[in-house]
Structure formats: structure tokens, C-alpha cells
């Protein structure tokens, strides 16, 4: 599987080196990313995930239709935070 996680009002960084994991057959994986708003107000971010398989001969190819879904976040800035934090 490949997943990406995009937004252009976010910094967004991946906690593990790679975007591509392998699966088994009934095996939990996660993806984790650190993700920063650059602004306040309501953002959008998107999540596509893809199937690979290892097919001899081809290597890893994507198979099937990508899933993908957008989420609409509201940033708030949070001042009592900033404050304690000078």
C-alpha cells in the first residue's frame, strides 16, 4: 500500500521513511505524519491511498482505484498556548 497525505494550508511530514508499506493478508499498518496548519481558518486536507502488488516480471504496480477523501479542518489559533510558551 502507498498512502499520502496532502494539504496545502498544512506542513505535513512523515513520521517514517517511507510512504510505501508492504501488507499481508490480516495485518494492521499505520502511517503517521506530523502535521503543522500554516494558517487559521478552514483547511482542507486529503488522504489517497493505493493498492501495490509485486507482480514478476513488472515490480511494484498500482492495481485497483486509489482511495481518497478530504477532510475539512477549522484551525483555531490557540493564544493561551503561545502565551505560555514565551
Known sequence: MDAELRGDDFEI????TLNRQ?????TYREWIWQIT??????TLLLITVQP???IPGFGA???GEPY?????????FN???WR???
Open 22 to 26: 508492504s501488507v499481508p493478508d490480516s
Open 52 to 54: 501495490i502488488a509485486a
Open 84 to 86: 505560555s510558551r514565551l
Open 61 to 63: 504496480v498500482a492495481v
Open 13 to 16: 511530514v512523515p513520521r517514517q
Open 79 to 81: 493564544w493561551s498556548y
Open 68 to 76: 481518497r477523501d478530504a477532510k475539512n479542518i477549522q484551525v483555531e
Open 37 to 42: 496548519p500554516k494558517y487559521s481558518g478552514r
